[in-house]
């Protein structure tokens, strides 16, 4: 174990160097005091140390006590303090023995006074003041002396450092000496000045020595014993290492050994079983070393098990288990259904914590803590947390010097309303289950998550397409074979509406669509505004290109003739949704228009939804939703025409159907995007206003429990973070739709980044369907979205006003898929057809041209077209 030291004020420090100190030891951090500690915040923050000391300069004070409990809690290993500062300060003897370590000068070592005192109040020493040219035999003795005087008094497992002064007052470099007390020599320190040169390559060469320079071989060709485990310490299995294979460990940060038949060994280069390397430790005497790393692909053994020892068991198994279901599942899966219905997990994981709680025979609360280990594991990696995850905030909870009083929430405190009950107020008996529990989107820093987590927060939930299909195809077979029936019977199942007939032609009835005043006058500002929009996005004009003399080229454009517009209407009816299909629509001036709905439950249009239509020119609407409607709208049934394309957003069957129509060559059909579950990307800063960041994220959140809705705070203040998140909780709780909400919030997330550049890089990679800034200057960013569907640019552009009435379209592409899909338009809706005329002298120009070409391609046909023409023109 190294102590190496780094002053915090001699910033930048290449990041590549330190993260080098943090694999193989304990950081000891020189810092000025406790009393302004924004450079220390900072340092932690872009440095993300695992294992660090704090050493401050000055003595500490009373007042510096609660900062100091602030970083221990928040993850720094060992305070470091001056001997007489210990002695003389009670409140420091306040701290944990565990979470102190004193600095003494090496004049102080032979006092034997001291070393009683301090044992048992101190876990650490560090020896400073120490001249690496007069380093002497006595030194060693003294040193010898004290730590066994430490070590009879006090059973806190106690570490060892000495910092060397090697160029008059400079500060060299420490070493855990606790093992090499009899072995330490000047030759065995490796100057911090050679570890800090820059950034290349030498100084992570020297990281490695300083490490390899205090183990001893037991063996005969001098490599070091290694354990290979992972992250959660289980052994993967044994290897060697070399000087060598531990400078390319830590310059690659990857798991590279030294192979006694091959050399140096990068683990995983032909098999794709890379390791990550997180941390490299010596054993107590110093002879061999652990690696602990992150394994990917199949596992650690050439046998394709995961470790050496044969396959994992226990949570590991379990985990790996949970993991492979999660990709892929058999037919009939428990696991997969838990996965694919959150509510009867969460029915799970209460109901297994409350048969805990009444389990009293030791087999019984082994079985019963083995279920609910299992639903919370399934909880887990539904939403990509490991097993690694948990027991980091197992870890870090066991730091904390302060102490959560651990009471019960209200809705669970038995004791307290028993207490109620005594007193006679019964009204509240059964505790409530825990809708009342705060409503909350999850939360990370973006300099905290590794890569692995970004890619993973970058994906959206998981669609098992292969089941979907599965349950498609059988729907759309039935429509093909059995026309008009096939429909009316899927929509008495899926919608419990018992059809007569599964159309409604125009001109549609008025009753039918009939509307009061203010609904009519909404719609018809939205339909002018979305119109305006649309109208301007069609260039009518023919584009004429002479692109050599006689050579004229053109386009123009023609509507597709038939379309079908899928308007959703499961969980809510989308009247708008009608609007943004059929005006592109009948802008491009498709001839016929036909749309698709889910009926009420008393087997009517939504009169918006007709009124719209009829706006729009539609000629059919059809009283179906799901896959069977798409599958009409493809095939063609007795009573529904088929068409040449089909649009609309919708539930996964109704995409998974429009992705089938389109593979399928005898449905000749194109569709517009798969345009899935509403999604919403905020980037808010210190400026955003709380309420309206807050208002905007439910407000796609209430779509559907599939919904996910992402915040990114650029350096928000823990106040206005919190803020948001407070208002999230309380409108989400006012919300008719609060059961959805709660669900799709709590698998959403917050990202804090800390400026607008990490932030534009997130949502540009996240491609979101909608973007909102809340940033101050938002339109001076909109240059920086490369991917998103649709932009909302400051405070006063709620995405609301884009789903409904501002103009732009709302069916937009979600997924991720507007890297590379735009959303609806009026382009949607048309075809370019393009054109030529040559002249005579044209084509005598160019003809040899196509000639030569034709004749690369072996096609003599196309060469001869030409051929036989030129030879006429030549003979003119
Ligand atoms: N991206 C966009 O532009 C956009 C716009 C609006 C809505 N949306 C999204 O569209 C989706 C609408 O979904 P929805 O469910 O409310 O309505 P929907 O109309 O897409 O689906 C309802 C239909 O699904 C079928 N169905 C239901 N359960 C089924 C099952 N078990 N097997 C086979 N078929 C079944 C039924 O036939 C029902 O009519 C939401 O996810 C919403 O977020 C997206
Ligand atoms: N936001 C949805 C598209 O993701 C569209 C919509 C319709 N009604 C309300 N919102
Ligand atoms: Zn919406």
């Not at 899928?566 to 001839?591: D, E, N």
């Not at 517009?672 to 905020?682: F, K, Q, R, T």
């Not at 101050?776 to 909109?782: P, Q, R, T, Y």
Request: hydrophobic content about 40%; aromatic content about 6%; charged content about 25%.
């Amino acid at each position: 174990m190294l102590l190496p030291i780094i002053d915090i004020s001699n910033q930048p420090l290449s990041i590549d160097f330190i993260k080098s100190l943090d694999l193989i030891g304990e950081i000891i951090l020189r810092i000025p005091d406790f009393n302004n500690t924004s450079l220390l915040t900072q340092f932690l923050e872009t440095y993300q140390l695992d294992k660090y000391w704090l050493f401050p300069i000055k003595e500490i004070v009373p007042n510096d006590i609660e900062n100091i409990i602030q970083f221990l809690d928040q993850g720094a290993q060992k305070v470091v303090i001056p001997a007489s500062n210990i002695l003389t300060n009670d409140s420091i003897s306040t701290l944990p023995a565990d979470r102190l370590a004193v600095n003494i000068n090496s004049s102080e070592l032979c006092n034997e006074e001291l070393s009683k005192k301090l044992a048992g109040l101190v876990s650490g020493y560090l020896v400073t003041d120490v001249d690496l040219e007069s380093i002497s035999g006595k030194f060693f003795q003294d040193l010898s002396n004290f730590i066994q005087n430490v070590q009879k008094t006090s059973d806190v497992l106690t570490k060892f450092g000495i910092i060397l002064q090697h160029e008059k007052s400079e500060i060299k470099y420490s070493l855990n000496l606790v093992q090499h007390l009899s072995t330490i020599s000047a030759d065995l320190v490796v100057p911090i000045k050679n570890l800090t040169l820059d950034s290349d390559n030498n100084s992570l060469l020297s990281v490695a020595d300083a490490l390899t320079c205090t183990l001893t071989s037991d063996r005969p060709d001098g490599l070091f014993t290694t354990i290979v485990v992972d992250e959660r310490g289980v052994a993967l299995g044994v290897v060697y290492s070399s000087t060598e294979s531990v400078r390319e460990a830590l310059k690659t940060r990857k798991g590279v050994y030294q192979s006694r038949k091959r050399g140096l060994w990068y683990k995983g280069a032909t098999s794709g079983s890379v390791q990550e390397l997180k941390k490299i430790d010596a054993d107590c005497d110093g002879d061999v070393l652990k690696f602990t790393v992150k394994q990917f692909g199949t596992g650690f053994c050439h046998l394709n098990t995961r470790t050496c020892f044969g396959g994992s068991k226990g949570l590991t198994a379990l985990e790996e288990t949970l993991q492979s279901r999660k990709v892929s599942a058999p037919p009939g899966s428990y696991t997969q259904r838990l996965f694919q219905n959150p509510d009867l997990l969460r029915s799970k994981i209460m109901e297994e914590a409350d048969e805990l709680c009444s389990a009293t025979t030791k087999e019984n609360i082994a079985w019963e803590t083995a279920d609910l280990l299992y639903f919370a594991l399934v909880k887990c990696v539904a939403n990509d947390v490991s097993l690694t995850d948990v027991e980091a905030h197992l870890d870090k909870r066991a730091k904390k010097v302060i102490r959560r009083p651990g009471n019960a929430k209200p809705q669970w405190d038995i004791s307290a309303k028993k207490t109620m009950e005594i007193d006679g107020d019964t009204k509240d008996k059964q505790i409530p289950i825990s809708k009342s529990d705060t409503i909350k989107m999850q939360k990370f820093k973006l300099s905290e998550i590794d890569s692995i987590k970004r890619t993973s927060l970058l994906k959206r939930p998981i669609i098992n397409s292969d089941d979907i299909m599965a349950r498609v195809r059988p729907i759309i077979n039935d429509v093909r074979n059995k026309g008009d029936a096939a429909i009316i019977e899927y929509t008495a199942k899926f919608d419990k509406v018992q059809l007569n007939t599964p159309v409604i032609s125009a001109p549609f009835p008025p009753e039918a669509m009939a509307l009061d005043d203010v609904t009519r006058r909404a719609i018809d500002q939205a339909y002018d505004n979305i119109y305006k929009f649309h109208d301007a996005q069609y260039d009518r004009s023919t584009l004429v290109v002479e692109t050599m003399p006689g050579v004229v080229c053109s386009r123009f454009s023609r509507p597709i003739e038939r379309v079908g517009l899928y308007v959703p209407g499961g969980t809510a009816i989308l009247p708008s949704t009608t609007l943004m299909l059929g005006i592109p629509a009948k802008v491009a001036g498709c001839k016929e228009i036909i749309i698709a709905s889910p009926p009420r439950k008393d087997g009517t249009v939504v009169p918006e939804v007709l009124y719209v239509a009829h706006k729009v020119g539609a000629s059919k609407v059809l009283l179906a939703g799901g896959a069977q409607a798409v599958a009409a709208l493809a095939y063609g049934t007795e009573s529904v025409p088929k068409v040449d394309k089909i649009c609309g957003p919708g539930n996964q069957y109704v995409t998974a159907a429009k992705m089938f129509a389109q593979n399928d060559s005898s449905a000749m059909i194109s569709i517009d995007m798969p345009a899935g579950p509403s999604e919403l990307l905020v980037i808010a800063d210190n400026t955003s206003i709380p309420t309206y960041v807050a208002s905007d994220l439910l407000s796609q959140a209430e779509h559907g429990t599939d919904s996910q809705v992402v915040l990114i705070g650029v350096c928000l203040t823990p106040e206005h973070l919190a803020n948001i998140e407070r208002e999230i909780h309380e409108q989400a709780s006012r919300l008719p739709r609060v059961d959805i909400v709660r669900e799709s919030i709590s698998k959403s997330f917050i990202l804090q980044v800390n400026n607008m550049n990490e932030a534009m890089k997130f949502s540009n990679d996240y491609s979101p369907e909608h973007l909102i800034l809340h940033i101050d200057d938002a339109e001076k960013w909109v240059n920086a979205v490369e991917n998103a569907g649709s932009v909302f640019i400051g405070a006063y552009s709620p995405e609301s006003c884009g789903d409904y009435a501002s103009g732009t379209n709302h069916t937009l592409p979600t997924y991720g898929y507007a890297r590379m899909y735009s959303g609806v338009n009026t382009l949607t809706f048309l075809k370019h057809i393009t054109a030529q005329k040559l002249t005579k002298q044209g084509l005598k120009d160019l003809g040899h041209t196509v000639m030569r070409l034709a004749e690369i391609e072996g096609l003599e046909a196309h060469r001869n077209a030409v051929h036989v023409r030129i030879r006429d023109l030549e003979n003119e």
